[in-house]
C-alpha cells in the first residue's frame, strides 16, 4: 500500500445520506496473517479498510460474513462498511482492486439495508477443501491444495462424512480459543469427489452448515483424511463426535487446502 493518509475524515454516523455496501471479495489467504485484523501482521481487513479510506476519503470499518485463518482463502467471502461518500456502487469494485494488493479482488459490490449483516444475516457457508493426492505433490498447486499422497479410501471417507450430517454438538471439532457461546451446529451437505485438474488426481470436500466452530472444517478434514488412509474407521468419526473431546481427535488438516467460497443470504 502507499504512503499513509494525514487526518482522514471520520463517518458521521448521524447522516442521513450514508449508505450501506457489500460486497463479494476473493483472496489468496498465503500472504495474510488472517482475514481479521490484528496487530501482528498484514490481514484481509485491514488490506481492504486501507484501500477503502483511499476511495472514501474517510475510514471505515469492515464488517466479515466470517473469519479465516492465516494461510485459508476465500472465493465467495462477504463483506459490508457504511459511507457517504457518493461513488456509484457499481465503481467500487474497480476503484478498490486499483488500491488492492493484487491477492485480494472485490468481485461486486451493491448497496444493501441497515439490518444487513454479513454473520448474522447468513444463513449457511460453505467451505471447500482440496487435497492434492499425487505421489509426489504439484508445486503448481502448493499454495491452493494440501499434499497427501498414497491412496485414499473416498468411499469410506464418504460413510465417515454422513455421521456428521444433521444438527449436534461438534465440540470434538472445535479447536481451543473459540468465543462460541454453544458448539452445535447443522451441517446441511458435505460431498466427497475425485477430480482432475492438470491432469493430477485431486479430492474435494465441500462442507455446508449454518455456521462453523473455529477450524472445524480443518479438523473434520484431518479426520477425514484419517479415514481414507485407515488410521481410522469410517464408524469412529461418529464415536468421536458423539466423545465431545477435541484432544481424542486427529490433528486439523494443512490451511492451505482451505477455502471460503460461498455465504447464503
Not at 64 to 92: K, S, W, Y
Not at 190 to 195: A, F, G, P, S, Y
Request: hydrophobic share 35%; aromatic share 6%; proline share 6%.
Amino acid at each position: 500500500m502507499g504512503a499513509e493518509r494525514q487526518s482522514p475524515k471520520i463517518l458521521n454516523s448521524q447522516n442521513p445520506k450514508i449508505r450501506f455496501i457489500a460486497c463479494t471479495v476473493a483472496y489468496d489467504g498465503g500472504p495474510f496473517c488472517g482475514s481479521q485484523r490484528q496487530n501482528n501482521g498484514r490481514t484481509v481487513q485491514g488490506e481492504i479498510e486501507n484501500a477503502l479510506q483511499g476511495v472514501l476519503q474517510h475510514s471505515t470499518p469492515i464488517t466479515l460474513a466470517g473469519r479465516t485463518d492465516a494461510g485459508v482463502h476465500a472465493t465467495g467471502q462477504c463483506f459490508r462498511f457504511e459511507t457517504d461518500n457518493r461513488i456509484p456502487t457499481e465503481r467500487m469494485p474497480r476503484a478498490l482492486n486499483a488500491k488492492l494488493d493484487k491477492a485480494i479482488r472485490v468481485l461486486d459490490a451493491r448497496e444493501v439495508d441497515e439490518s444487513f449483516h454479513p454473520r448474522f444475516s447468513a444463513r449457511s457457508r460453505t467451505y471447500r477443501y482440496i487435497i492434492d493426492n499425487s505421489e509426489i505433490a504439484s508445486p503448481l498447486l502448493r499454495s491452493i491444495a494440501a499434499p497427501v499422497g498414497g491412496k485414499l479410501n473416498v468411499a469410506a471417507m464418504q460413510r465417515a462424512g454422513e455421521s456428521l450430517l444433521g444438527r449436534r454438538d461438534f465440540a470434538a471439532w472445535q479447536s481451543a480459543g473459540s468465543p462460541a457461546k454453544t458448539t452445535v451446529r447443522e451441517v446441511k451437505r458435505l460431498e466427497i469427489k475425485r477430480r482432475k485438474s492438470f491432469d493430477l488426481p485431486l479430492i474435494e470436500i465441500e462442507i455446508e452448515a449454518d455456521a462453523f466452530l473455529y477450524q472445524m472444517v480443518r479438523n473434520i478434514v484431518g479426520a477425514l483424511i484419517w479415514v481414507g488412509q485407515g488410521k481410522l474407521k469410517d464408524n469412529d468419526v461418529r464415536r468421536l463426535t458423539e466423545g465431545l473431546d477435541r484432544t481424542k481427535c486427529p490433528p486439523p488438516a494443512p490451511p492451505q487446502g482451505l477455502s471460503l467460497i460461498e455465504v447464503q443470504y
